[in-house]
């Protein structure tokens, strides 16, 4: 008897191939996301979870789930899942760590460079018929190369985010929990900075820290009135790293210059204010959604399942605890 699984959202078709192989597979192929009472339901008799960040998997729903083994989450983040509870229930939690590191610095750069030349507006603004010719002072952006990059958060994406930095000749100052090894400040010739020091300096602050309790509103009014008023802001990494309604009243007010922004609180009911305001660049939530990515996710998510119901070590095993339970 293979076991049983269940895959929460739409996948690729080779991922499901690979799945079938060695799991009986119920698959939610509409893409519509399930209702944590559907999802409740159709999880009980299941070995295996494939899981998005949409998901919700909580101490409520695992106790429901007497037979799971292994929750996969197709993303590196992981606040979708307790993990504590999945410990304490002996059930492995996978991520999908390493795969979209690149995609996602690419998109965060974009989000840098359209926030700083003006591209939504200057692309609204051609579509409506408006440009009538060239204009010194016409939309005057503000330059990247060789200003401050503050990058908070330095973990793998961190990291290739500073990487890309060179390119144009940046300053990268960075905060994390930890100052990483010197060996890497070296090579990414990036200096570790306070929180408040970063955000006095920078005239870029990528955010890049994971979503905790810790980084609830890690950028709020206070950090925003110490950012400098000709700076960008980019949070490429989860919604409620920053409080919305404080980023609103700072773009509205000049506090800063602008925001690129790919993650909000209740997503994907975001706070209309963005919506009223030019100087901020929206994306939804697509940092790791090139097709080599997104394939290379679900395929890692996948082969973490498998691993653990084969008996094997997953090699994105977040709670190693709990394969010992
Ligand atoms: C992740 O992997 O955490 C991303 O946000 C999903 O796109």
Redesign the pocket.
């Known amino acids: 008897m293979k076991p049983k699984i269940l895959v929460t959202r739409e996948v690729f078709d080779e991922t499901l191939e690979y799945l079938s192989q060695y799991c009986d597979v119920e698959s939610n192929q509409t893409d519509v996301a399930l209702t944590p009472a559907d999802l409740a339901q159709r999880i009980a008799s299941k070995d295996g979870l494939m899981c998005c960040?949409t998901d919700r998997v909580d101490a409520a729903l695992l106790a429901r789930c007497e037979r799971l083994k292994v929750v996969a989450n197709i993303?590196?983040?992981y606040n979708n899942i307790d993990l504590a509870a999945c410990t304490a229930r002996g059930i492995m939690a996978t991520n999908?760590p390493g795969v979209?590191d690149d995609s996602t610095a690419d998109l965060a750069w974009a989000l840098v460079l359209a926030a700083a030349r003006r591209l939504t507006e200057v692309e609204r603004y051609i579509r409506e018929g408006e440009w009538k010719g060239w204009r010194l002072k016409q939309w005057l952006g503000t330059d990247v190369h060789h200003a401050t990059l503050g990058i908070v958060g330095m973990g793998r994406i961190g990291q290739v985010i500073a990487k890309r930095a060179s390119g144009f000749d940046m300053q990268v100052i960075y905060h994390n929990r930890h100052r990483v090894d010197e060996a890497i400040e070296r090579r990414l010739n990036a200096t570790y900075a306070s929180l408040d020091e970063l955000l006095a300096r920078a005239d870029f602050v990528i955010l890049q820290v994971p979503y905790t309790p810790e980084t609830h509103h890690l950028i709020g009014a206070g950090q925003l009135k110490k950012m400098k008023r000709n700076a960008v802001l980019v949070n490429s990494t989860r919604g409620g790293v920053v409080d919305d309604a404080a980023l609103i009243d700072a773009l509205k007010n000049g506090t800063i210059r602008a925001a690129g922004l790919d993650v909000f609180e209740n997503e994907p009911q975001l706070n209309h204010g963005f919506l009223q305001l030019n100087n901020v660049v929206l994306a939804p939530?697509i940092?790791?959604?090139t097709e080599a990515t997104r394939r290379a996710?679900a395929m890692t998510a996948a082969k973490n399942l498998v691993a653990a119901l084969t008996g094997q070590q997953p090699p994105n095993l977040l709670n190693p605890e709990a394969r010992k339970a």
């Open positions: 960040l993303a590196v983040g999908t979209l939530h940092g790791s959604s996710m």
